[in-house]
């Protein structure tokens, strides 16, 4: 039998009312749906407890005993339905609010109940509000063993009786109906080589685990099986495109590079810097494509190494371009790059949403002709209108603005896809981005330029005022200048507009003395510009602004970072904003002003904030905190995967695991030819078939 073809209505127990709603609240929509809509937690059901022992405190108890009698109260709305319990020890009461005819059309007095449910306070007495009771003996019970499996339901299932119990009743049902196992979908070799157990025993084990034993395994088992099928997937494609598709070859290290290195460096570049351009310079002349990540934290050179790179595009005939996800920062690398070709001849050029018609059309035409070698824009650049000559070397700076879409475009540039350098500094988890970027090569700039000093953090409340400008006032007086930023979630929110303007005017009036100035995204990018030149030039000595300085905005002067409201960032946002200081050779400080009613949570980000200027912990104590869903690295793109079981918190050694197995397969056949794989090869194209292949993109 087709499990994904059979109609979950024809499952006994379901019919067409329950197929519908099954269908449109869980999108269950067949046997196989149902068979791998997992329980999300367990109860330990072996233990028995007495009605003299309960208390309002327990999260659930578990009661063997009989229904005295069955009273119905109230009137419309608030009618309900008690029935009176005892096991000997005392008499609790069921209560039912909802279903009322049901529950006593069906349980009957005088019979043996194993009765289950949450403690509640009403009126001062204890009761149990709508209770799964089930015959002590009915074979679900026997079935479901020590441990308890409990499944999410929605408020329209309970109308129609779909609670975890009957969800759970369904599952049995489809064992009892399928005599024959499930298909394996991995091969023997596998399961071996993983320690697994088969499929058919873990998916009966997560939904019936007779011990924490043969949950774990069930568990195992499945997160691997999950993990296992979309590192096979990634890696399968990112073979066969390096294979089909090549790259350009960049034979030779030319003048420019080598005139740059040897004569316009201006300062000794970091080891860390070499040995990712010596990672970039290996895969460019090999003839496979490049798709590196280059992971450095905020202030670790990373532009440095994107415009040496760009320079071994030039030297072996091609353009190179690079997209910044803000017109700020588009204009400070044109700016920087500008700057370190200045004696090499190169034509650099700048093209953003608010360029001139006459610029973009003279652009564009001069990209066709070879006559420009490098641009830098933004989202501008991936225009159709915009073509090349002949694109070889890709950079996008500070990736996690980008959705996954967009940076696919960049593809489409060339016949031959260029080779694509995708820089953040925003560090993502090593699960993640073996996940999400799995076919990505990674090259990680570990190592700040010297005489850097550590940023330092303090974390005050915003009724210490006085102190956090009195200590502003010093670094102001020693020359140095200051951000202050506002968080501004929406740009258009109105109450926060309201703190970033009182908050400007309250500065000026602090500190009289000094020039203040003002960046939002509302301004024009003229006007934007104008202010933040004023900031870069050293007139302005305070500059307060939104988060639109974020990224990548560089002034090596300003040594404090002032944060309001830090706690309405996430902690991935604050390390980017505290890197904006700390660039220039004197002692920086971050300092994020919170309420001082914080949840424990918000505590903890402030906690890791002073404790550690590592991106990567930080990075890490971020996925911990807020799990993958909710990573500024896949807002964008969402969850591709859609996880059933596996956690990417959690989970890492499985997907080490997972990746390890799916590489050794796909190098010893990439194309899952041989016999032995065609069972890999089915559920690949099973799971994947409608899906984006998302390693074609990055
Ligand atoms: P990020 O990695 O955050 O993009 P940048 O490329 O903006 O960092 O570099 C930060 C600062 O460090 C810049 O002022 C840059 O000129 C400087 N810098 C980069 N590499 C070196 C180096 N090897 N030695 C000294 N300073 C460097
Ligand atoms: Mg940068």
């Known amino acids: ?154 408020e329209k299932m309970k109308n129609q009786f779909l609670n975890s119990r009957m969800i759970q009743k369904l599952v049995y049902n489809l064992f009892t109906c399928l005599k024959a196992p499930f298909g394996e979908t991995l091969t023997p070799q596998i399961t071996q080589r993983a320690k697994v157990i088969s499929l058919n025993e873990a998916l009966y084990h997560i939904h019936f685990p007779k011990s924490q034993d043969l949950l774990r395994k069930a568990e195992y088992r499945l997160k691997f099986e999950e993990l296992f099928f979309i590192q096979l997937n990634i890696l399968r494609y990112s073979k066969l495109n390096s294979r089909k ?113 006459a610029h973009r059309e003279k652009v564009h035409q001069q990209l066709l002709t070879g006559d420009i070698h490098i641009i830098i824009g933004t989202h501008a650049l991936l225009e159709d209108i915009v073509q090349f000559d002949n694109l070889g070397m890709a950079i996008i700076d500070e990736q996690h603005r980008f959705g996954v879409a967009q940076r696919a475009r960049l593809w489409a540039k060339n016949k031959r896809p260029p080779h694509i350098l995708v820089m953040t500094a925003t560090p993502i988890p090593r699960t993640l981005a073996m996940t999400l970027y799995g076919d990505l090569d990674v090259s990680v700039i570990d190592e700040l330029p010297p005489g850097r000093k550590p940023i330092q953090t303090l974390h005050q409340y915003d009724n210490r005022r006085g102190t956090l400008y009195s200590s502003i006032r010093k670094q102001l007086e020693l020359g140095r200048q200051v951000y202050i930023v506002y968080p501004l979630i929406q740009e258009s929110e109105k109450a926060d507009w309201k703190n970033l303007e009182e908050g400007f005017e309250h500065i000026q009036e602090v500190f009289p003395e000094y020039n203040v100035c003002m960046v939002h995204g509302k301004l024009k990018a003229k006007e934007k510009d104008a202010a933040m030149q004023l900031f870069v030039s050293g007139e302005a ?48 400080f971050c300092v994020l002003v919170t309420s001082h009613k914080l949840s424990e949570v918000t505590r903890k980000r402030m906690e890791i904030m002073v404790r550690t200027n590592d991106g990567f912990e930080i990075a890490e104590a971020d996925l911990k905190l807020r799990g993958p869903g909710d990573l500024e690295g896949t807002q964008q793109s969402g969850d591709p995967f859609n996880l059933k079981i596996a956690n990417l918190v959690h989970d890492g050694q499985v997907l080490q695991l997972a990746r390890d197995i799916a590489t050794e397969v796909v190098n010893d056949d990439p194309e899952l030819k041989s016999p032995s794989n065609l069972t890999l090869k089915n559920q690949l194209d099973k799971l994947f078939r409608k899906k984006v292949d998302w390693s074609l993109i990055s």
């Open 1 to 154: 039998m087709n499990l994904a073809q059979q109609d979950i209505k024809f499952l006994p127990g379901v019919g067409e009312k329950r197929g519908e709603v099954l269908k449109q609240e869980l999108e269950i929509r067949s046997f196989e749906d149902l068979l791998y809509y997992f329980p999300y937690k367990y109860i330990d059901r072996s233990r028995m407890h007495r009605v003299c022992e309960i208390n309002a405190d327990m999260m659930y108890v578990q009661l063997k005993g009989r229904i005295l009698s069955f009273e119905t109260q109230g009137e419309g709305m608030s009618k309900r339905l008690t029935a009176k319990f005892t096991d000997g020890t005392g008499v609790i009461e069921l209560v039912w609010f909802k279903g009322l005819k049901f529950v006593t059309g069906k349980y009957l007095l005088n019979t043996e109940y194993i009765v289950f449910g949450k403690p509640n306070i009403f009126n001062n007495k204890i009761n149990l509000p709508h209770p799964d009771i089930d015959v002590y003996d009915e074979a679900v019970e026997k079935q479901a063993g020590a441990l308890q499996a409990f499944y999410n339901t929605t």
């Open 245 to 357: 598709l090549g790259g350009f070859v960049f034979t030779k290290i030319g003048d420019y590079f080598n005139t740059f290195y040897n004569q316009n460096l201006p300062f000794e570049l970091t080891n860390a810097q070499k040995r990712v351009l010596k990672e970039i310079r290996e895969n460019v002349r090999t003839g496979h494509q490049m798709n590196r990540l280059v992971q450095g934290d905020v202030g670790s050179g990373k532009t440095l190494v994107a415009f040496m790179s760009m320079l071994m595009a030039l030297d072996n005939g091609y353009q190179a371009c690079m997209m910044a996800p803000t017109e700020i920062l588009a204009t400070q690398h044109y700016e920087t790059v500008h700057k370190l070709s200045e004696e090499l001849g190169i034509n650099v050029v700048l093209l953003t949403g608010s360029s001139k018609k």
């Open 541 to 588: 000595h305070i500059m307060v602004a939104t988060t639109v300085i974020e990224v990548g905005v560089n002034v090596p002067n300003a040594s404090v970072m002032v944060i309001e409201s830090a706690e309405r960032f996430g902690l991935s946002q604050l390390h980017q904003l505290r890197g904006r200081v700390g660039r220039g050779a004197d002692q920086s």
